[in-house]
Nanobody
Framework: QVQLVESGGGLVQPGGSLRLSCAAS????????MGWYRQAPGKQRESVAS??????NYAESVKGRFTISRDNHKNTVYLQMNSLKVEDTAVYYC?????????WGQGTQVTVSS
């Protein structure tokens, strides 16, 4: 059974920074992509950033502010979030895509407020 455990969320002022972590454990076969999604109240879940072995992708709204990275030895993916805005407030979910299944973490709250 694969588990994804997120950490690093919290309350930050506009313009501040946070770093999210997602550690994957269990029987992971054929990791295709890992990524971060977010869901704000009353809105649909949206993709924020994703990473494969050699490529990264970002939503237009976070380009230049967020950076996704991965430590393959630790099966961990990170999301460095800088210049945070109020509209970045959401629950952030980690995602792992394998050939057999798509896995999700439990989510971590990020609140940007003055």
């Amino acid at each position: 059974q694969v588990q994804l455990v997120e950490s690093g969320g919290g309350l930050v002022q506009p313009g501040g920074s946070l770093r999210l972590s997602c550690a994957a454990s269990g029987s992971i076969f054929g990791m295709i992509r890992m990524g971060w999604y977010r869901q704000a109240p009353g809105k649909q879940r949206e993709s924020v950033a994703s990473i494969t072995r050699g490529d990264t992708n970002y939503a237009e709204s976070v380009k230049g502010r967020f950076t996704i990275s991965r430590d393959n030895h630790k099966n961990t993916v990170y999301l460095q979030m800088n210049s945070l805005k109020v509209e970045d407030t959401a629950v952030y979910y980690c995602m792992l895509l394998t050939p057999l299944k798509n896995y999700w973490g439990q989510g971590t709250q990020v609140t940007v407020s003055s």
